[in-house]
């Protein structure tokens, strides 16, 4: 990995949850003549959405030596990190894609929503005094955590998890203290990704935004941009970002492919009204029949009834047209932060 990835350079560190101690992810790799060829890492980690929790395996960090590529290793270095998560439950396998077209040949697909905004010069102004906020130190790490929790849709993390994520190589963490007490955080960069970029906060919008000023009066010496990653949930701060001007985009979360297609049809079970009976067919479709029909979704077509991309909810819809009933908590919108990608 940190041949290819890193040039050589070491990126361990980088990577709490696959490398550091008592680390709970796992690496994969393909041999030949005693020489690992391709690689990849993968995480089983549970996706908290309202009330469901939803079992998933976060891959990445997929790289085949310069010198043995195009010989299929790199595709199966990935199936075999998908199925092993499979077998710990992981419904979904989950990818953060920097060549996505790679991915999307080998069946994954986009998946959920990510919002991104920009402060720079002509809308940092109109942020809030950064009053109160200071680097975060290790005492705060059980506040930053409780605050880390109270997101509606996030990855679920132990404290110790959060705490070996937020002291990662190049991560600069703020928080703001108000009468002796924590009230929000905010994380920019991570080793060599996400410089310049918001990419974990916890905490309401009057205490984050005040955050977010005190990374610009940073950033803004060493870039005339600073981005913002926002959950489709926290609508609060997307209002907040579409008032003061900030461009944004409305991107993917992932890319996605089905693990275990037994444990997505648990996950509709819990996500649709009784009366509407979920079953897996073959090993590739699941079928939905509700008071007035049935209808077979491919993995493909399941996928996007579950979480597509942008919040497209046409897939949703042709579900409730066929079944004869409303699915008011489908499609869901999940969350998991920067950090927690490998
Ligand atoms: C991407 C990568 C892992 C593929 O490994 P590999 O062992 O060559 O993979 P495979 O043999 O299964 O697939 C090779 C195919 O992917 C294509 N390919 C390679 N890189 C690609 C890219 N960036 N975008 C699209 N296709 C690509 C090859 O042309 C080949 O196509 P073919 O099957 O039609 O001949 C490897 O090129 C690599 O390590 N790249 C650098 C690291 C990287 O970008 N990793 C992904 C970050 S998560």
């Known amino acids: 990995m940190e041949a290819v990835l ?17 680390a709970t992810g796992h690496v994969e790799t393909i041999e030949e003549d005693g020489e690992v060829v391709s690689t990849c890492a993968w995480l ?26 195009c010989k299929g290793h790199g595709g199966e270095v ?21 060549e996505s077209d790679w991915y999307q040949k080998r069946g994954w ?48 993390r132990t404290l110790a998890e959060t705490g070996a994520m937020l002291t990662t190589p190049g991560l ?23 410089a310049h970029c918001v990419h974990e906060w916890g905490g309401d919008p009057e205490d984050v935004l005040p955050i977010i000023a005190g990374h610009w009066e940073v950033t ?31 991107g993917i979360l992932a890319m996605a492919r089905i693990g275990d297609l037994g444990a997505v049809a648990k996950a509709f079970d819990e996500l649709t009204p009784e009366g ?21 979704l491919s993995e493909n077509e399941t996928l996007l009834a579950l979480c597509p991309p942008r919040g497209d909810k046409r897939v949703t819809q042709v579900v409730e047209a066929e079944i004869g009933v409303d699915l008011p908590m489908l499609p869901i919108e999940p969350y998991a932060c920067g950090l927690d990608s490998i």
Not at 7 to 22: H, I, K, L, N, T
Not at 183 to 188: D, L, R
Not at 283 to 293: E, Y
């Open 109 to 156: 697909v986009p998946f959920g929503t990510e919002n991104v905004f920009v402060v720079n010069g002509s809308n940092a102004f109109l942020l809030p005094d950064p009053e109160g906020v200071r680097p975060m130190q290790a005492r705060d790490m059980p506040e930053v955590h409780e605050l880390y929790c109270n997101h509606e849709a996030r990855a679920d």
């Open 276 to 296: 509407v009976d979920v079953k897996v067919v073959g090993d590739q479709s699941l079928s939905l029949t509700g008071p007035s029909g049935q209808i077979t």
């Open 44 to 69: 089983r980690r549970d996706l908290v959405v309202g009330g469901l929790r939803l079992p998933v395996a976060f891959v990445g960090s997929v790289a085949t030596r310069a010198d043995q590529r």
């Open 78 to 98: 990935v199936e075999r990190a998908i199925a092993r998560a499979a077998e710990q439950g992981a419904a979904l396998a989950l990818l953060w894609a920097d």
């Open 220 to 250: 803004s010496a060493e870039s005339d941009r600073l981005f913002v990653m926002v959950p489709e949930s926290e609508s609060a701060f997307t209002a907040y970002f579409t008032f003061i001007r900030s461009l944004g985009a409305k």
């Open 6 to 22: 890193r040039d050589g350079r070491s990126m361990a560190a980088e990577y709490a949850q696959v490398f550091g101690p008592g």
């Open 172 to 194: 600069r963490a703020l928080v703001r203290e108000v009468n002796g007490r924590l009230t929000g955080y905010a994380c920019v960069g991570r080793g060599e990704d996400l």
